[in-house]
T-cell receptor
């Protein structure tokens, strides 16, 4: 079945640093969503991408829909302690209602 | 801001018992979903529901599971005879016209003992 692999699996960074993570698949997707999940909470939608090559920002977050439609990238600039959490990508393919979630990137920020 | 709400937040049940997890999706949304997340793992798709019927389901969503939209606001997931491995966080989600952005509830933690 479809699988989304995220890398890195986890990362420790210093407060103020920029963060990059990505999500790759062997399948093509028409929509990419990026979520953040805090412990014991539901995923919170950060950014939605609808077109290959699209670059979208939400505050310090910037995400891109890869040209091949098989990947997506999320960058966080000038990280702060509240950026700590697990970041998930989710892709929606053609002719389907469901979103497939990635394996997640766990981010820890050292003050 | 509109949000998806789920009840209860935590449910403990004995193996073999039936449970019903409840969700109130965002009011003008048309597409509804259930996902689950076993502790420490990724979020897994269970089922999608549109136009009063199941539109898609995963292999996890076997005969023990069912969904219902009993009225204009609630969306429920029933597990008929719970197993230990059903212990997980269950998330409800909904999306609007065009089925683009999916918004998730806070989840129900189901513990089967």
């Amino acid at each position: 079945g479809q699988q989304l692999n995220q890398s890195p699996q986890s990362m420790f960074i210093q407060e103020g640093e920029d963060v990059s993570m990505n999500c790759t698949s062997s399948s093509i997707f028409n929509t990419w969503l990026w979520y953040k999940q805090d412990p014991g909470e539901g995923p919170v939608l950060l950014i939605a991408l609808y077109k290959a090559g699209e670059l979208t920002s939400n505050g310090r977050l910037t995400a891109q829909f890869g040209i091949t439609r098989k990947d997506s990238f999320l960058n966080i600039s000038a990280s702060i302690p509240s950026d700590v959490g697990i970041y998930f990508c989710a892709g929606q393919g053609s002719g389907t209602y469901k979103y497939i979630f990635g394996t997640g990137t766990r981010l820890k920020v050292l003050a | 801001e509109p949000e998806v709400t789920q009840t209860p937040s935590h449910q403990v049940t004995q193996m073999g018992q039936e449970v019903i997890l409840r969700c109130v999706p965002i009011s003008n949304h048309l597409y509804f979903y259930w996902y689950r997340q076993i502790l420490g793992q990724k979020v897994e798709f269970l089922v999608s529901f549109y136009n009063n019927e199941i539109s898609e389901k995963s292999e996890i969503f076997d005969d023990q599971f069912s969904v219902e939209r009993p009225d204009g606001s609630n969306f429920t997931l029933k597990i008929r005879s719970t197993k230990l491995e059903d212990s997980a966080m269950y998330f409800c989600a909904s999306s609007g016209q065009g089925n683009t952005e999916a918004f998730f509830g806070q989840g129900t933690r189901l513990t089967v003992v």
